[in-house]
């Protein structure tokens, strides 16, 4: 499970420097904000106290692979997004 978390933290921490990087408003600035409640949410589940089942660990890698996705394609269409 550690895997999971530190793949999870990562897409979050990445996730969140792109969402500072965007303009406040806009349609990247919503999907990226969105990505960062989703890894929230997942650290939290996976790092609760209890034991994550396999469903959550594999739902926190699908979640990640769309955040770094959508976070690749930001990169390549925003103007000034560097991270």
């Not at 600035?29 to 469903?55: N, Q």
Request: glycine content about 6%; some cysteine.
């Amino acid at each position: 499970m550690s895997k999971a978390v530190e793949e999870v933290l990562s897409a979050w921490r990445d996730a969140e420097r792109v969402l500072e990087s965007l303009p406040p408003i806009g349609r990247d600035h919503e999907d990226v904000a969105l990505a960062v409640g989703r890894m929230r949410a997942l650290y939290r589940s996976l790092t609760d106290g209890s034991d994550a089942t396999y469903a959550a660990i594999e739902a926190s890698r699908t979640s990640v692979e769309a955040t770094r996705a959508l976070l690749a394609q930001i990169r390549g269409h925003a103007p000034g997004c560097t991270e």
